[in-house]
């Protein structure tokens, strides 16, 4: 098996420990999680549950980016709560990052996310052929 691409852009935060961005194996990507984390590193970004969910979409479009492709390119979105009741909320926000046809999702409710963050989300894309 060929090892899959490396998926990696400094317009997202960028790993500090055991993982990628990232991966890319033929025409499938798979991103890591990502956090309302700001890319320079400097930790959440404030402004509460809606700025959290914007940045790490935009954490995911940056990474998508990278590989060539775009929002539209999702197939698959993994989202975890910290507080489900706030699925209405996030549900939104989403809806603004994606259009129809809409990605599968899956959506839990987790004790808690690393660095008291409120919401993550991982994709899977189909990246257009080269």
């Known amino acids: 098996m060929t090892p899959p691409d490396l998926i990696l852009t400094e317009k997202a935060p960028v790993p500090t420990s055991g993982y990628s961005q990232g991966?890319?194996?033929?025409?499938?990507?798979?991103?890591?999680?990502?956090?309302?984390?700001?890319?320079?590193?400097?930790?959440?970004?404030s402004g509460g549950f809606e700025s959290e969910a914007r940045q790490a979409l935009d954490n995911i479009k940056a990474v998508l980016a990278g590989a060539g492709c775009a929002m539209s390119n999702v197939i698959r979105v993994n989202v975890?709560?910290?507080d489900i009741n706030r699925f209405a909320e996030m549900d939104a926000i989403?809806?603004?990052?994606?259009?129809?046809?809409?990605?599968?999702r899956?959506?839990?409710?987790?004790k808690e996310l690393w660095g008291g963050a409120q919401v993550g989300f991982d994709v899977w894309a189909v990246v257009d052929a080269d």
């Open 94 to 104: 989403y809806c603004e990052y994606f259009s129809e046809p809409y990605p599968t």
């Open 106 to 110: 899956n959506t839990i409710g987790v």
């Open 23 to 45: 991966l890319r194996h033929g025409n499938l990507l798979v991103s890591s999680g990502f956090l309302g984390t700001a890319p320079d590193g400097s930790g959440l970004v």
């Open 80 to 82: 975890s709560l910290t």
